[in-house]
């Protein structure tokens, strides 16, 4: 029975991953994966790593050393691997999909959540206080929703938005006008969609191309009460340039699942600690930021199909048969 050295691990991991694992010894660390924690792979055939573990050469030439013939991402982003480098000696494989609407209905929870203010009404009324002053909101019906990458949370993302009554831009390298004319949404270039949104959703990867896809050109093209949603990745948006837009008053309010320096401090308990990431602590600190700890995904559904595909992916590449429901392509990544 293969062992599989399983970083990063969670309860709900756990749960989710011993429901249906029949086949492999897997130890799980909470550790994340790391170039002092790599050693902990040893006599392991692989790793099974997810967004926050550090997958760069130091580490793939630890586990090249120890003899880990694969690296099983358990997320679809998979900024965090040098793929090319690992490739020379190790399969990369992930899970492509598990449910964009996980992600994409919380997305719409943040923009909700913000633009009418539940997270201060249910401190309010927590405490008796049934004041609803400084509570105005806007009506999402009529506005105009910029989706930036329509793959697919992008397009779960659009199909929430046309059911509220939005109207739709997106900006996406490779746009599928096909399905934007069905749908009825539109592609615009990207400083469209930053001027003409009331509320900007970023849905692509992190790419060279991407990284801080918002600074400070494009906060300076936005309306005064945009509000930016990154369920993406954290370093698609630059945040001290995001922090000083929302300081001077100049965008309406963020929805941040993601954060460029999250890596630390996401999924931990830092509430006894002292946090010296002050621009953190300044978006922590504002009534129109609302932060969750990159859980976007976090539904029944998804880890059920994380677990699933995760455990196909180490069957296919230890030759135990495909995928037996073929309800995603396991990928190698190229
Ligand atoms: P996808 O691969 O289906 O879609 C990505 C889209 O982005 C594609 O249409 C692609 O053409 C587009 N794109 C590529 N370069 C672009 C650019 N320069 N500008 C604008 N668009 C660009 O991926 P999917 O499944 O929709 O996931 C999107 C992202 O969501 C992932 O890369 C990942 O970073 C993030 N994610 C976050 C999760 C969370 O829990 N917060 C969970 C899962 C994914």
Not at 107 to 119: D, V, Y
Not at 255 to 265: M, T
Request: overall charge negative; some cysteine; aromatic content about 10%.
């Amino acid at each position: 029975m293969e062992e599989i050295a399983f970083f990063d691990a969670k309860p709900y991991d756990i749960e989710s991953f011993d429901k249906l694992n029949k086949d492999y010894k897997i130890n799980y660390y909470e550790d994340k994966l790391t170039p002092r924690t790599a050693r902990l792979a040893a006599g392991c055939a692989a790793v099974c790593a997810f967004v926050n573990d550090t997958v760069d050469r130091e580490v793939i030439d630890l586990l090249t050393g120890m003899g880990v013939k694969a690296i099983v991402m358990r997320c679809a982003g998979y900024n965090n691997v040098d793929v090319r480098y690992a490739e020379r000696t190790m399969a990369v494989l992930r899970v492509p999909a598990y449910s964009p609407y996980a992600v994409a209905e919380h997305a719409m929870a943040l923009l909700l959540m913000l633009n009418r203010k539940i997270h201060k009404a249910y401190l309010r009324t927590r405490d008796f206080n049934f004041s609803i002053v400084n509570l105005t909101g806007f009506d999402l019906h009529g506005k105009t929703a910029g989706v930036i990458g329509t793959g697919k949370i992008g397009q779960a993302f659009i199909d929430i938005c046309l059911g509220f009554g939005m109207r739709v831009i997106a900006y996406d390298p490779y746009p599928n006008e096909k399905l934007a004319e069905e749908k009825g949404y539109r592609y615009g270039d990207r400083t469209a969609v930053f001027s003409e949104s009331d509320i900007i959703s970023l849905h692509c990867p992190l790419t060279s191309d991407t990284k801080y896809i918002i600074n400070h050109e494009s906060l300076r093209l936005m309306k005064k009460d945009c509000i930016v949603i990154n369920t993406s990745r954290g370093k698609l948006i630059d945040s001290d340039e995001l922090l000083k837009a929302l300081r001077e008053k100049r965008i309406g309010g963020a929805g941040l699942d993601v954060y460029e320096e999250e890596s630390d401090i996401f999924y931990e308990d830092c509430s006894a600690d002292i946090i010296t990431d002050d621009t953190l602590s300044l978006l922590v600190s504002m009534p129109n930021v609302i932060i969750t700890s990159h859980q976007a995904y976090l539904t029944k559904e998804a880890l059920n199909n994380i677990a699933e595909v995760t455990l196909s992916n180490l069957d296919e590449f230890f030759g135990k048969g495909a995928d037996p429901k073929g309800k995603y392509t396991n990928s190698v990544l190229l």
